[in-house]
């Protein structure tokens, strides 16, 4: 049973940092690792994603910001944060997929991941 669970959400001011973690367990293989957001009203969207030959595929609305990386041997998905806006807002989720193939990118179809964390709040004032 692959468990994800992430920390390191928090209340931040606009230009700050935070860093999120995901700790992942139950799991050998993976295809896709990703974080993933939603906001109050809104439908949950990718924010970056890793696949297994280390591609990384971000949204063009943290590009430049965000950085997605793994440790391999501790099992855990980071989100580094950075120049965080009042839009950044939201519950971050990670997330783990078997799926070898995502037409359209690691986004375009949810389903494709099959197992979600919990979610960690992550609040900016402006």
């Known amino acids: 049973l692959v468990q994800l669970v992430e920390s390191g959400g928090g209340s931040v001011q606009a230009g700050g940092s935070l860093r999120l973690s995901c700790a992942g367990s139950g799991y050998i293989y993976w295809s896709y690792l990703g974080w993933f957001r939603q906001a109050p009203g809104k439908e949950r969207e990718g924010v970056a994603a890793i696949d297994i030959d280390g591609t990384i595929t971000y949204a063009e609305s943290v590009k430049g910001r965000f950085t997605i990386s793994r440790d391999n041997a501790k099992n855990i998905l980071y989100l580094q944060m950075n120049s965080l806006k009042s839009e950044d807002t939201a519950m971050y989720f990670c997330?783990?997929?078997?799926?070898?193939?995502?037409?359209?990118?690691?986004?375009?179809?949810?389903?494709?991941?099959?197992?979600w964390g919990q979610g960690t709040q992550v609040t900016v004032s402006s």
């Open positions: 997330a783990h997929s078997y799926t070898e193939t995502m037409n359209g990118g690691p986004w375009a179809d949810l389903r494709d991941f099959g197992s």
